[in-house]
């Protein structure tokens, strides 16, 4: 019913930057915070960046900044432009959204698919 897709990622030397972009589609009554998770290898994901809709921020202390989260409201997109990236940021990132799509049943978690980034050193 929901889709989020993401573009963007890819291989870029330290200090380099890249710019993710998310859209969620289908059958959406209304999208509440969106944002982005990273999953280095063997590790566990971890939430990077969030915002609401109402354009309040949220980072991971190891990404401010250094990393700008941005959303469209009337496009239901979110971007994510990283600047000064370490080699630790290689991981692969994951568009997150909270979309409600019957406003009875209240908003439900959706995923993207996810977009490898890799940093080189």
């Known amino acids: 019913q929901v889709q989020l897709v993401e573009s963007g990622g890819g291989l870029v030397q330290a200090g380099g930057s890249l710019r993710l972009s998310c859209a969620a589609s289908?059958?959406?009554?209304?999208?509440?915070?969106m944002g982005w998770f990273r999953q280095p290898p063997e590790k566990p994901r971890d939430l990077v960046a969030s915002i609401t809709s109402d354009g309040s921020t949220y980072y991971a202390n190891s990404v401010k900044g250094r990393f700008t989260i941005s959303r469209d409201n009337a496009k239901n997109t979110v971007s994510l432009q990283m600047n000064s990236l370490k080699p630790e940021d290689t991981a692969v990132y994951y568009c997150?959204?909270?979309?409600?799509?019957?406003?009875?049943?209240?908003?439900?978690?959706?995923w993207g698919q996810g977009t490898q980034v890799t940093v080189s050193s």
């Open positions: 289908g059958n959406i009554f209304s999208v509440n915070a």
């Open positions: 997150w959204s909270t979309v409600v799509v019957n406003p009875l049943l209240g908003g439900g978690d959706y």
